[in-house]
Antibody
Framework: QVQLQDSGPGLVKPSETLSLTCAVS?????????WGWIRQSPGKGLEWIGS???????FYNASLKSRVTISIDTSKNQFSLKLSSVTAADTAVYYC????????????????WGHGTMVTVSS | SYELTQPPSVSVSPGQTASITCSGD??????ACWYQQKPGQSPVLVMY???KRPSGIPERFSGSKSGNTATLTISGTQAMDEADYYC???????????FGGGTKLTVL
């Protein structure tokens, strides 16, 4: 059974860097899937942050691109998110998810999600 | 930027059919998928590639697409289906994942 476990600090100070990790179990991260980060501000909808492929290919939301780095560590079977220069607007639940890939749809839907980590930006 | 438009809310009586739409200028050229999210929980994929149902999703959930509008249909809606529903697609021209704004389904 594939499981994603996201982890990281629940409180980050303004202007600092938010760092989260998503550990994948039950599946090799170097297989044919993308891996993504999505966030949800309190009471709001889903916002895609970015996605990474095990070969190193990354896609980022243009609105966050200057502050986001998503990386993958195949040796630890995990992937990570770094968001720099955070402000209160970055307060949200951050989800990691596996992004489905097929021959005619890649990257596609997010088929497995982590439980989410609530990150509050506050001094 | 590319947007997917959903109605903010849809209401349905138990046992009736609920339809949630998702419109986007390029949706006719790409696949749509749908997520269900209940309060305090992570989203769950309920439909992918327009009309494919993941394992474990009840048969009362179905998907379709006509032109630039995708529709998630729930037949025989149950109280447990009350949730927020989001559509999503991949915009290959900008290499972006795009989510709709979400629809709150109320089962009255």
């Amino acid at each position: 059974q594939v499981q994603l476990q996201d982890s990281g600090p629940g409180l980050v100070k303004p202007s600092e860097t938010l760092s989260l990790t998503c550990a994948v179990s039950g599946y090799f991260i170097s297989s044919f899937y993308y891996w993504g980060w999505i966030r949800q501000s309190p009471g709001k909808g889903l916002e895609w942050i970015g996605s990474v492929y095990h070969g190193g290919s990354t896609f980022y939301n243009a609105s966050l691109k200057s502050r986001v780095t998503i990386s993958i560590d195949t040796s630890k079977n995990q992937f990570s998110l770094k968001l720099s220069s955070v402000t209160a607007a970055d307060t949200a639940v951050y989800y990691c998810a596996r992004q489905y890939c097929s021959s005619d749809s890649c990257p596609g839907a997010f088929d497995i999600w982590g439980h989410g980590t609530m990150v509050t930006v506050s001094s | 930027s590319y947007e997917l438009t959903q109605p903010p809310s849809v209401s349905v009586s138990p046992g009736q059919t609920a339809s949630i739409t998702c419109s986007g200028d390029k949706l006719g050229d790409t696949y749509a998928c749908w997520y269900q999210q209940k309060p305090g929980q992570s989203p769950v994929l309920v439909m992918y590639q327009d009309n494919k149902r993941p394992s474990g999703i009840p048969e009362r959930f179905s998907g379709s697409k006509s032109g630039n509008t995708a529709t998630l249909t729930i037949s025989g809606t149950q109280a447990m289906d009350e949730a927020d529903y989001y559509c999503q697609t991949w915009d290959s021209s900008t290499a972006h994942v795009v989510f709709g704004g979400g629809t709150k389904l109320t089962v009255l």
